[in-house]
């Protein structure tokens, strides 16, 4: 199997900064692309940013500006650095990976248990 674990939210101030990591992990033969998603109270899941193997980041409007996306492929890792924190930026952060177990497997989108991010004065 693959797992996602993420780490790295909390409690920051309005105007605040956090930096989340997500570490894929498992029976994993290529990674495609890596991503962040968020999902607050009452609300759909969204994507907040995603990025290439290659390196090619897309990012959602809300978060264009203040949010950064990089991944290290060598350790399947992938980051999200969020800056200028905004009390609408709380949810719960999700990462996402799109990885196959074999060279001839299809790629599966995998998920992350989650992690909390409120941003609060």
């Known amino acids: 199997q693959v797992q996602l674990v993420e780490s790295g939210g909390g409690l920051v101030q309005p105007g605040g900064s956090l930096r989340l990591s997500c570490a894929a992990s498992?029976?994993?033969?290529?990674?495609?692309?890596m991503g962040w998603y968020r999902q607050a109270p009452g609300k759909e899941r969204e994507l907040v940013a995603s990025v290439s193997r290659a390196g090619t980041a897309t990012y959602a409007e809300s978060v264009k500006g203040r949010f950064t996306i990089s991944r290290d492929n060598a350790k399947k890792l992938v980051y999200l650095q969020m800056d200028m924190l905004k009390t609408e930026d709380t949810a719960v952060y999700y990462c996402?990976?799109?990885?196959?177990?074999?060279?001839?497997?299809?790629?599966?989108?995998?998920w992350g248990q989650g992690t909390q991010v409120t941003v609060s004065s």
């Open positions: 996402n990976t799109e990885a196959k177990k074999y060279s001839y497997s299809v790629y599966v989108h995998y």
């Open positions: 498992g029976s994993i033969f290529s990674i495609n692309s």
